[in-house]
Structure formats: C-alpha cells, structure tokens
C-alpha cells in the first residue's frame, strides 16, 4: 500500500483506496467496484488490468457483473499474443472499443486493449530482478525503488527464494 502511495504521489489522475487492504473477509473486485459505483453513480469508472489477467478474466468471481459496473483497459505489454478463450472472445467481440472517447462518456461497458510499453515489464519480474541484484531503475517510480531499497524487500534470503514476498 505504501508503495502504491509513493507511486500516485505526484499524480492528479489517481488515488489510492485501501478498502480493500483493510477488509477482515476476502476481497472480490466485483464487490469493491459495486462500492465505488455507488459512492460515484455517474462516473466513468476503469478497472485496469494485464493482459495476462484478461485472459483468464471469464475464471473471475461474479466477472460478468463487473462490467456492469466499469470497464477494463487492458494493458497490453510489447508484443503479447491475444489469444483468448472463447468465453473471452465473445465478450471482446461485443465490447471492445478502440476509442478512448467511449471510456469516457460511458460509465461502463467496454474493454479498451491499450498497448502501454516496448517493455514486457511486470511485478514478478520486478522482484526476481530485486532478488538477482540486477537494476530495475526503468522500471520503478524512483520513491518507490527507495522505499524497496530502504526496506530490504524482495531480496533474496539465500536458497534462491526470495524473502518479504508480501
């Protein structure tokens, strides 16, 4: 959490939420979303995700509901395949959208696929390349790499695996 506070810092277009970190049962986006959208009943409301979770998004609790609740943009990292499962297919064919102007004055509905980098970057790789010593200086926020360093997180305890992984 305090990382991904460090990271929105110094951004007007996010805020952090922690409902969920400070939830006493399991949370499900489905039931987090369903909260924001009736604190924020007209809003456009995006939920992102990796493609690698888009993928298996139709294994997702209530995922059906979801978008009736936000849309996904789906952050594609360099040249990931799209193959999809057919329960996938079928909902990109009826609701993917290549324009970001339908994400706007929807409050939900749609998938937008955004291609976000060259760079296949993603949180494990982050951490076994913390774990391996190696430089990960393009791939984090610099208060973020600080708080990883000042903490010692995801470095590795000696027998290859790596220790502080929550």
Known sequence: LQMVRLACADSQRFVVDDREINKSSPSYSVETLAE?????????ICFFMGMDSLKSFHTWYRYEDILNLSHLVVCKRGDESETFSDETTKLLQERQTDEVQAL???????????????????????????????????????KVAEYIAQHRLYQSDGSGTLANED
Request: glycine letters at 4%; a positive charge.
């Open 36 to 44: 924001l959208r009736t604190e924020y009943p007209d809003a456009s």
């Open 104 to 142: 706007k004055s929807l409050p939900c509905g749609k998938i937008f696929i955004a291609c976000t980098s060259a760079l296949k970057v993603s949180a494990t790789d982050i951490r076994q390349r913390l774990a391996s010593g190696q430089s990960t200086a393009s791939m984090l926020v610099p």
